[in-house]
């Protein structure tokens, strides 16, 4: 663990995350799946939007972006359409990612560029105090949800499959090591990959909503999560509460960049 | 070979930035802007370049901010609400140092206002319209071929100061076709960034030279750094104290500041012995070499200062141009807008009168030449 | 310096028109300027394409005291027509127009698209007619640089047939 802290991480501790917070874990697994996959660290660049979890571009060793909120994924399609040749890894969160990024996170799911979508799920704005996301559960109390929240979450992962994923995971920091297989596995994907990285917030989430300290919200990760497999073999009883980590959904489509290449070609014979 | 062409404004604009390099656009549609995307769309493939149609405006900008950080040169293009909504990545690219060109043809507004008619209503928001104190470049053309020449300028200028550079077209000049004689681009000096003169380990990815502007390493040459919205001290790295903010955004101010006769650029039309100086810029110029023409057969002394470089504004000059006539008076399509920093810039010394016009429609040369007529 | 309206509806090529003109312009060494509406105008309803034409540079680039108007439909000429003076052209297709404002003297009556259909075959070559029989009457560009103009703006194959609507256009004011 020391020799990847010395190889991915810069020096620059302590971070900004509060004590229990699952993000730590999150970005580790990121570090883990790109040092199996033996990426080049000169060719890959991290983008990242504004809220907690997008702090992690600047603790990371690599060509590193720090966007605007809810824009990381422009920024990121902007970098890869230049240089197919970088493996560009988006760190988000869910408020950045499905709030006020929510228009950008679907077009480029339809797009199917080669990007790979890391969506730190903490259920909560962390960054700002405690205030509720689309993620946020029905009726859980935010700063901004004093009464209860009304409205109901996206499942994030049926939102990007629908908009044209090709690859579509969830994992948590409890399954850390399955998280870093899933994550692996979509970086290898060629297309748009999101894998949603379900984390506990302690401090803003679980505290307003008394779901315990960082070890009972890592307890309940555990036991709410159903992996895919084993959820073929429960009924939709079994199920009610539970949420499936893996592989959701995996298909074939041609990749954005790819099929820019070949305009090129063909307006470059035109030009001829 | 050079060759003779009847062109739009707006597709002069688009092929100054292929003359000058440009292989990426990102963009959104939106009149009267939209023939600028449409061109680079079949164009960039051609020189090898990527065109990408966003899902809106904001994203559009977005793209090319990230585009610029791999070492390419970037355009977006966009008009009226698209200029609004682009103001978040502006401030980006002006504290995060990423060059730009973004191509305001401006109509008439607030809101959806009059998507196909002519203003000049945006003047004020290219310099205020990001959040934050920050400095500004924007360029005006008032003709096609200078729609041609200024974007080349305007790459020059971003990658040299490494920011944002405004150009700001009006519906006249996007929309109109004239002639123009479009060198061979081969011949065009095509604008170059500086880039880091040592290793990555000696790398401070914002450490200033002499000239307030630091060596920007393209993404994916092993240099590793980071790009921040966020205050940052000259390693890239966020650092809110007072000392680093203030030296932050002093040398980003500095840096324009200090150059700004280098990047100052106007053009004098027979003002030599003129009483009345005409101080405008843009299409309503066009109407003002008309008018002063007329106004001379009438034996009228009046001249034009016409802005090329509205922002940084060029105070200097317009308090000598003070020292020479009598009267100036600022034509513009909006309610008032230039006019307040000619005003500030000639501190009272004589009459400074706006002639506003916000109907849709261009001021005539007559109209023009009554209003210095009835002075 | 030559200031010409061209008027009618969306989809009746004038756009078109108004450029090649002034790309003849250029072909003859002179400086020109086109300009035309855009917008909810532009498609279908009253649209206009201008085009000015001087030996020297010409600096405001909208029509402001025309010389000619061509107005293609009715609703052109009452539209477009209005500043025009008493010595100045209105070309008017008879096809669509019926009734033109009694204070003009030089009016064309022209059967534009009734002439381009019967002998063409189709009403698509109509704004070429036009072109010939401006430039036969004002002589604003040569025939030589028109007819080249038209040649490379038409699609290939359509040469001929453009080349016979210019000479139709020539023909029909020079009776």
Known sequence: ?272 | MAKVLLLQGNQACAEGAIAAGVTFFAGYPITPSTEIAEIMAKRLPEVGGKFIQMEDEIAGIGAIVGASLTGKKVLTATSGPGFSLKQEFIGYATIAEVPIVIANVQRVGPSTGQPTAPAQGDMMQARWGTHGDHPVIALTPASVPECFTLTIKAYELSEKYRMPVLLMLDEIIGHMREKIEIPDYDTIEKPVRKGPRVGPSEFKAYEPDSDGVPPMADFGTGYRYHVTGLVHDETGFPNGSPAATEKLLKRLHEKVERDIDKITMYEEYKLDDAEIAIVTYGGTARSAYAAIDMAREEGIKVGMFRLISVWPFPEKEIAQLAQKVKVIVVPELNYGQMVGEVKKAVEGKVPVKPMSKYDSEPISPKELLEFVKNL | MIEMRLSGSGGQGLILAGIILAEAALLDGKMAIQSQSYGPEARGGASKSEVIISEKAIHYPKVTKPNLVLAMTQEAVDKYSKDLPADGILMIDTTFVKKVPDHLKNVYHLPITEKVTAELGKALFANIVALGAIVATTKAVSVESITTAILHRVPKGTEDINKRALELGIALVAK
Not at chain 1, 31 to 58: F, M, N, P
Not at chain 1, 86 to 106: E, K, P, R, W
Not at chain 1, 133 to 157: H, M, N
Not at chain 1, 158 to 175: I, M, N, P, Q
Request: include cysteine; glycine fraction near 10%.
């Open chain 1, 1 to 272: 663990m020391e020799k990847l802290i010395e190889k991915y991480y810069r020096p620059r501790l302590p971070h900004i995350w509060c004590p229990g917070c699952g993000n730590g874990i999150v970005t580790s697994s990121i570090i883990k799946a790109i040092d199996k996959l033996g990426l080049d660290q000169d060719k890959t660049v991290i983008v990242s939007g504004i809220g907690c979890s997008s702090r992690a571009s600047g603790y990371l060793n690599f060509d590193t972006v720090h966007s605007l909120h809810g824009r990381a994924l422009p920024v990121a399609t902007g970098i890869k359409l230049a240089d197919p040749e970088l493996n560009v890894i988006v760190i988000t969160g869910d408020g950045d990612g499905t709030a006020i990024g929510g228009n950008h996170f679907i077009h480029t799911a339809r797009r199917n560029i080669n990007l790979t979508v890391i969506l730190f799920n903490n259920n909560i704005y962390g960054m700002t105090g405690g205030q509720y996301s689309p993620l946020t559960p029905t009726d859980s109390k935010a700063t901004t949800a004093p009464y209860g929240t009304l409205e109901r979450a996206f499942d994030i992962a049926e939102l990007a499959k629908a908009a044209g994923a090709t690859y579509v995971a969830r994992g948590t920091a409890f399954h850390a090591n399955m998280l870093v297989d899933v994550i692996a596995k979509g970086i290898s994907h060629d297309g748009f990959s999101l894998i949603e990285a379900v984390t506990q917030c302690p401090i803003y989430f679980g505290r307003q909503n008394k779901k315990g300290d960082a070890s009972a919200m890592l307890k309940t990760q555990r036991d709410n999560a159903v992996t895919v497999e084993a959820a073929k073999k429960l009924s939709p009883e079994q199920l009610e509460g539970k949420f499936k980590i893996g592989v959701l959904h995996q298909s074939e489509a041609p990749e954005y960049t790819k099929q820019y290449q070949a305009i090129i070609d063909r307006a470059q014979k035109g030009a001829k």
